[in-house]
C-alpha cells in the first residue's frame, strides 16, 4: 500500500471515529426525544435543556473513556464495560444537575430509568453494527493496519500467530526484526526477517507501518528502551507485549500502590467468586433432603463419621480441609499401608494414581455414592467458605504439588495455585480416573488455569451431570 492511500485511509478512520461520537450523541438524546414521545410526555423547556446537558455530558464522558480508540482484536465485553462506565458518568453528571438546579420535578421518572437503564445497550448495539461493517471492508482487503513485530522468539512467534488468528482485526504482520535471526523467515510463522533492531528507525521512515508490537524478553530493557526513545515519533503506535506468558503469569493483573504499579499475580476473580456462591446455595438447598438422606444411609452402613475431611491444596499453596462424604471403613489411612506393603501391584497403581480401581476398604454404600459423585456434594460447602470453586482443578495433595507439579520443570506449580481447585473441571469430565499417566491431568489443570472462562464453565457443569449419570471412570 502506498504512503498516500494509506494515509487516506487513515484520515478516513478517524473520520468515521469522529462521526460515530456524534452520532452516538444525538442518538442518546433521539432515544430520550422518542422515550418521551411514547410515554405521551408533554415536552418543555426543560427536556430542551435536558437534550443540550445530555449531548454535551455524553461529548465530553465518551471522549475521556476513550470510546472512539481502536478496538481491533478486543473482545466485545471490554467494549461494553467502557460504554457502562462512561454513561455512569454521565447519569453522575445528570443527577447532580437535577439536584443543583432543583429541576427534578419537570422530568418523568418512568422515563428516566427506562432511558438510563436501555441506553447502553444501544450504544453497544450501534458500536456492534460499526464493527460489523468494518469487518465487512477488511475481508475485502481495506482497512488494513500494518504492523511489524520486535523479537522473533516464542513471545514474538506467539504474537503473530495470534494476529493470524483474528483476521478480522484487519492487522497484517509484514514481518520481525530481531538481532540473533538472520534468515528469510521464522519456521513457525510464514514472515520475513526485516533486519535487526537497529533497523527499524529507518525501516519506520521509509515505509508506512501503523503498529510497532515490541515482543522482547524483559531482560532486553536497554533495546527496549531504545526502540521507545528513537521510534516514538515516526507515525507508528508502539505496543509492549509483556513476556508473561513465558513465566506462566497468564492471569497476572496491573494494580497500584500509590503512584507504584504492581503486578498481581493472585487477581480477584470478582464474576467467578459470584458465581460460585449464587450456585453454591442453590444446589445446597435444592439438594438438602438428598444430602440429609445419604447422612443416614451412611450411619446404618458402616461405623464413622459421616464426613471425610482431608487436606488438599488450595490457591497460594495453602492447605484446607476438603469434605467429602465418608465412602470408605474406619481407619482407611492405616489399612492403606498394609494394603500397599503386602501387594505391588497395589503399591504401583497408587504411585501413579493415588487411587485404586477395586480398593477393598471402600464400603457398599460408598460405592454408590462415588459412582454418582454424590460423595462430592459437601464440597459446596468448601465453595462458600471461599477454599473451593465450583469449576477449577481437580482438588490434590500436597505430595502431588511436589512431585508432579513443581518437578515436571515447567511452570505448572505456578499456575495451579493461582487459582481455587473445583469440585468438578476438565479432569472429571473427560477421563476421570481413566486417565492413563498423571502428566495428562497436569496438563488438563493447566488448560483450565489458561483458558477458564463462564462460558465454559457452564459447559463443564452440564458435562459433570452427564458424567454422573453414567458413571464412567468414577471409582
Not at 176 to 189: G, K, M, S
Request: glycine share 6%; hydrophobic share 45%; net charge positive.
Amino acid at each position: 500500500m502506498s504512503p498516500a492511500l494509506s494515509w487516506n485511509l487513515r484520515q478516513r478512520t478517524s473520520s468515521i471515529y469522529k462521526l460515530l461520537h456524534i452520532l452516538d450523541c444525538s442518538l442518546v438524546c433521539g432515544h430520550l426525544a422518542l422515550l418521551v414521545l411514547l410515554y405521551q410526555v408533554p415536552w418543555s423547556r426543560y427536556y430542551t435543556w435536558l437534550e443540550f446537558v445530555v449531548f454535551t455530558a455524553c461529548f465530553v464522558s465518551f471522549h475521556y473513556f476513550q470510546l472512539y480508540r481502536s478496538w481491533r482484536g478486543w473482545k466485545l465485553y471490554l467494549e461494553f464495560f467502557v460504554i457502562l462506565k462512561a454513561w455512569a458518568a454521565v447519569i453522575g453528571v445528570l443527577l447532580f444537575y437535577f439536584f443543583a438546579f432543583k429541576v427534578s420535578e419537570g422530568y418523568s421518572r418512568v422515563v428516566f430509568i427506562i432511558w438510563s437503564l436501555t441506553t447502553p445497550l444501544l450504544l453497544f448495539l450501534s458500536h456492534l453494527a460499526v464493527r460489523k461493517l468494518l469487518r465487512h471492508y477488511r475481508a475485502q482487503g481495506k482497512n488494513i493496519r500494518h504492523a511489524v513485530i520486535v523479537g522473533a522468539g516464542d513471545l514474538g512467534l506467539r504474537m503473530a500467530q495470534q494476529t493470524e488468528a483474528i483476521p478480522w482485526a484487519g492487522i497484517e504482520v509484514l514481518g520481525f526484526f530481531d538481532d540473533r535471526l538472520e534468515q528469510n523467515a521464522p519456521a513457525a510463522i510464514n514472515k520475513p526477517w526485516l533486519g535487526r533492531i537497529r533497523d527499524l528507525r529507518e525501516y519506520l521512515m521509509v515505509n508506512d507501518i501503523d503498529y510497532v508490537y515490541i515482543a522482547l524478553p524483559m531482560r532486553a530493557e536497554r533495546k527496549i528502551f531504545w526502540i521507545l526513545r528513537e521510534c516514538r515519533d515516526l507515525g507508528a503506535h508502539l505496543y509492549l507485549v509483556p513476556d508473561l506468558y513465558i513465566f506462566g503469569l497468564h492471569h497476572a493483573e496491573i494494580q497500584s500502590i500509590g503512584d507504584m504499579l504492581v503486578l498481581s499475580f493472585n487477581p480477584d476473580y470478582g464474576w467467578k467468586r459470584s458465581f460460585d456462591i449464587a450456585f453454591a446455595l442453590l444446589i445446597l438447598l435444592l439438594t438438602a433432603p438428598l444430602m440429609l438422606l445419604i447422612m443416614l444411609l451412611i450411619k446404618l452402613d458402616s461405623q464413622g463419621p459421616v464426613f471425610y475431611r482431608h487436606r488438599r491444596i488450595m490457591a497460594t499453596g495453602r492447605e484446607f480441609e476438603c469434605l467429602k462424604f465418608r465412602t470408605m471403613v474406619m481407619d482407611a489411612d492405616k489399612k492403606l499401608h498394609k494394603l500397599l506393603l503386602n501387594n505391588p501391584d497395589l503399591a504401583e497403581e497408587w504411585q501413579n494414581n493415588f487411587k485404586l480401581k477395586n480398593d477393598p476398604r471402600i464400603t457398599r454404600m460408598g460405592r454408590f455414592l462415588r459412582r454418582t459423585s454424590l460423595d462430592e456434594f459437601p464440597q459446596f460447602i468448601n465453595v462458600l467458605k471461599g477454599e473451593m470453586s465450583v469449576v477449577g482443578a481437580r482438588p490434590i495433595v500436597g505430595r502431588e504439588l511436589e512431585e508432579y507439579y513443581k518437578g515436571s520443570g515447567e511452570p505448572s506449580a505456578g499456575r495451579y495455585v493461582s487459582m481455587k481447585p473445583g469440585i468438578t473441571g476438565p479432569w472429571q469430565v473427560t477421563k476421570r480416573s481413566d486417565t492413563e499417566n498423571y502428566q495428562e491431568r497436569v496438563e488438563l489443570n493447566d488448560w483450565y488455569v489458561l483458558n477458564h472462562s463462564l462460558t465454559g464453565d457452564l459447559k463443564i457443569i452440564l458435562k459433570t451431570i452427564g458424567c454422573m449419570i453414567s458413571g464412567k471412570g468414577a471409582y
